[in-house]
Antibody, heavy 121, light 110 residues
């Protein structure tokens, strides 16, 4: 059974870079043309799609975050990562990693439990 | 890209049916059959309920159904149960190869 687990710093200072990793277990990140995504949810608010990556390395980002975001895959560690630069308090949120339901999917069937990242000095 | 439009809240009594709408544009909901619906209980990760407008993943009750007409997609829950009380979000693929979510709808089971 596929499982995803987010990890990274729970507290980031303003203007610094937020870095998170999603460890994949129960399956290989290279097992097919799934899309691997990052999605976030500010406290008490709705979901916001950040971006996704394919095993090939192709990436697609939310236009509102594109200048600050980078998603990468590490096949050797079976994980993918999120870097978000120049963070502000508005980036405080629960960050989820997720995998698509099917190949080249735009729907997220398998989710991590989420990790809260707070931006504060 | 603008968020898809959902009603802030809907409610229904046990056994009844409710429908949640999700309105977008020709560049997202209306242009592709890639609309998904998610259920989220407090403090939990979202759960995929419907994908590709009207398909249910394995294990999802057939009380949940999805449809689309023009730029508006809909999620219908029939035979409402107490455990259906949750937040529901729609999402859609867009012409920019991105994904956009709706603002979310809080379902209250009376």
């Amino acid at each position: 059974q596929l499982q995803l687990q987010e990890s990274g710093s729970g507290l980031v200072k303003p203007s610094q870079t937020l870095s998170l990793t999603c460890a994949v277990s129960g399956g290989s990140i290279s097992s097919g043309a799934y899309s691997w995504s990052w999605i976030r949810q500010p406290p008490g608010k709705g979901l916001e799609w950040i971006g996704y990556i394919y095993d090939s390395g192709s990436t697609y980002y939310n236009p509102s975050l594109q200048s600050r975001v980078a998603i990468s895959v590490d096949r050797s560690k079976n994980q993918f990562s999120l870097n978000l630069s120049s963070v502000t308090a508005a980036d405080t949120a629960v960050y989820y990693c997720a995998r698509s339901h099917g190949y080249y999917g735009y729907d997220w069937a398998c989710w991590g439990q989420g990790t809260l990242v707070t931006v504060s000095s | 890209q603008s968020a898809l439009t959902q009603p802030a809240s809907v409610s229904g009594s046990p056994g009844q049916s409710i429908t949640i709408s999700c309105t977008g544009t020709n560049s997202d909901v209306g242009g592709y059959n890639y609309v998904s619906w998610y259920q989220q209980h407090p403090g939990k990760a979202p759960k995929l309920m419907i994908y590709d407008v009207s398909n249910r993943p394995s294990g999802i009750s057939n009380r949940f159904s999805g449809s689309k007409s023009g730029n508006t997609a809909s999620l219908t829950i029939s035979g409402l149960q107490a455990e259906d009380e949750a937040d529901y979000y729609c999402s859609s693929y867009t012409s920019s190869s991105t994904v956009v979510f709706g603002g979310g709808t809080k379902l209250t089971v009376l």
